[in-house]
């Protein structure tokens, strides 16, 4: 499957995010109780879901930048296979997750092309279903460990955060397209 021409693929390595503040969202993992996550993740979808609702949800305010549609298609997969991943930690010792190519998932769904109302509702669905998987864990469990196929160690502690840290910095992401969509009209 060949990339969209006109996105450079992400292929920075953001656990950073679980030690340091994110200069660009300003997400501190530190400010993210575990026993908040649930709830953190789960107020997210009715800001997606705002943002899907706009006439210019499919567009893309610069070359190289996602629309909103496409960036919310990510998260909605995001929780998708956080879940499944969150899912072997809690029932599996030290599971390493599968690679997974977000770029080549976006041109092969075509992103850009579906159904605002469905991502919106696909969307809140799975991040219902991981929210509620967190407020889930307890105890020990907190600590059980997982890792990516390239190294990365999580816990479900730390793994959680770096997942709340996507669609926030998402949504400061689609904030920022905004911005310059505005500026257009």
Not at 29 to 58: N, V, W
Not at 59 to 88: M, N, Q
Request: charged share 30%; proline share 5%.
């Amino acid at each position: 499957m060949s990339a969209d021409p006109d996105i450079v693929p992400d292929d920075k390595d953001w656990t950073w995010v679980m030690q340091r503040p994110c200069p660009g969202c300003g997400f501190d993992a530190s400010q993210h109780p575990k026993e908040r996550l649930g709830g953190e993740i789960r107020a997210l979808a009715p800001i997606y879901r705002e943002f899907l609702g706009r006439r210019d949800a499919r567009e893309r305010p610069s070359r190289g930048v996602w629309s909103a549609l496409e960036y919310s298609c990510h998260v909605r997969d995001v929780f998708k296979i956080y879940l499944e991943r969150l899912t072997l930690m809690l029932t599996k010792d030290d599971p390493t997750f599968l690679n997974w190519d977000q770029d080549q998932t976006a041109v092969a769904e075509h992103y850009g092309q579906q159904e605002p109302g469905a991502v919106a509702y696909e969307l809140g669905l799975y991040c219902g279903r991981i929210a509620d998987a967190f407020d889930r864990v307890h105890g020990k469990q907190w600590a059980r460990t997982g890792h990516r196929s390239d190294g990365a160690n999580y816990t479900i502690e730390t793994f959680g955060k770096y997942l709340l840290h996507d669609p926030v910095h998402h949504l400061w992401d689609i904030r920022r397209g905004n911005e310059i969509l505005a500026e257009r009209t």
